[in-house]
């Protein structure tokens, strides 16, 4: 049994400068030391951090490790002794099975491959509309909302049924939703006012259903508030992580030269590639719900565990070069969907957005470039549970 550990002083907050697309440089050299080291909680508390590919999975797909809300504590803030409730209705990626199982059943069969292989058209009619607004605007332009915003905003929103006329409110909540830096009044405003229209939206499925998911699961045994609450948690991963997916992915493939070219020639394998390099989910929390053995060291029943998935997706254990984006690899295993039960359940469409999005934005704009230094481009902060960019302005040859 191996008693010693590597120990990392506290979870990384930000990146190296002038490397905007790599992991912490302290998580890295915590992996040299092994694929799972302490790490101090605020309050003082310790926990750990797995670092390594192996592992990572290992722990993802484990269930003596737990989702729940109620179990966790924050690596970077001390709460103090205050209990954390348990996930509120519908938010079933803070739950374990059976809750969580409960949930995943009803949707599962709505984001399968085939269905949204068939969205593969519309998604690429949503695409050649904001490319033809992007042209006849010209440039420069942010990227971020003149692109990578609203196509995942449009198709998660057509998917459950809102109307048209209201999708630009959720664009503008959910990005301040996930803004961490606006005050918390305003983060707090934003979930409210989306909180409350969705309620609405689901009376109105309720009285009148439509041909989309919202109204299907109004057919089923959820409640209101868990309708609300899966309806609210499906819109806003829907766009978030895929609207920082395609900014901070055009972002990659401009400043790293020959990578259009190999995405041109291999959409699907780049795509891949890019979330395996990017990994913009970059961590999850997991808790021991038993006393576990991870690679010699015993992680103790109630032991918090950070698993840094974009510090995994670039182990050199699994991947050649990893600190290189290469778009002609075969990323394959990465865990950037994460793994297990909680493994992205709306994976399958992300990748028909990102497969569809980035070559026709480059085969529209081949002189597609950016239009301010890239050490100007602002990162969203570690802190936070999704990596992207607040803006990226680009400009192109007309």
């Known amino acids: 049994m191996i008693n010693d550990a590597y120990t990392l002083p506290a979870l990384p907050a930000t990146r190296t400068p002038g490397c905007p697309f790599d992991p912490p440089r302290e998580l890295a ?6 694929p799972i080291s302490r790490l101090p909680f605020p309050g003082g508390d ?47 990626i803070m739950m374990d099975p059976p809750q969580h199982s409960r949930y995943r059943k009803l949707l599962a069969g709505k984001f399968t491959v085939r269905r949204m292989r068939l969205l593969t058209e519309r998604v690429e009619r ?33 998917l459950l049924g809102v109307p048209a006329a209201d999708r630009p409110f959720f664009q503008e909540h ?52 868990e309708l ?4 609210g948690l499906l819109l ?4 978030d992580t895929t609207s920082n997916m395609l900014s901070l992915g055009t972002f990659a493939l401009l400043s790293t030269p020959g990578q259009v070219a190999m995405l041109r020639e291999d959409p699907d394998r780049s795509v891949e590639e890019l979330l395996r390099y990017l990994s913009v989910v970059h961590v999850r929390p997991r808790v021991a719900l038993e006393d576990v053995e991870l690679d010699g060291h015993t992680v103790k029943a109630g032991d918090q565990v950070i698993l840094s998935l974009s510090t995994a997706n670039r182990d050199p254990g699994r991947f050649e070069h990893p600190g290189a984006l290469d778009a002609g690899r075969s990323a ?21 957005e990102l497969r569809t999005a980035y070559p026709a934005l480059f085969g529209r704009f081949p002189s597609l470039r950016l239009a301010v230094p890239a050490g100007d481009i602002v990162i969203r902060p570690e802190s936070g549970d999704v990596i992207g960019v607040k803006s990226l302005p680009v400009t192109w040859d007309v």
């Open 236 to 239: 806003a991963a829907g766009m």
């Open 29 to 34: 050299r915590a992996r040299e030391h092994g």
């Open 126 to 158: 949503v695409t050649a509309e904001r490319l033809d607004a992007m042209a006849a605007a010209g440039p420069p332009t942010d990227l971020v909302s003149a692109f990578a915003q609203p196509i995942p905003a449009i198709m998660i929103c057509e």
């Open 174 to 225: 959910v990005a301040t939703m996930f803004d961490e830096d606006a005050p918390d009044e305003e983060r707090y405003a934003s979930h409210t006012a989306v909180h409350g229209y969705i309620a609405t939206l689901v009376s109105a499925k309720r009285a009148a259903p439509t041909d989309d998911v919202l109204s299907d699961l109004t057919g089923t045994d959820l409640s209101e508030a």
């Open 332 to 352: 394959g295993g990465h865990l950037a969907f994460g793994h297990g039960v909680h493994q992205c359940l709306g994976q399958q469409l992300a990748r028909v």
């Open 46 to 92: 310790e926990g750990w951090v797995v670092t390594g590919h192996q592992l990572a999975r290992t722990v993802l797909g484990d269930p003596r490790f737990s989702s729940r809300q109620e179990l966790m504590r924050s690596p970077v803030a001390d709460l103090g002794d205050s209990p954390v409730p348990p996930a509120p209705p519908g938010m079933f």
């Open 228 to 231: 609300i609450g899966a309806a």
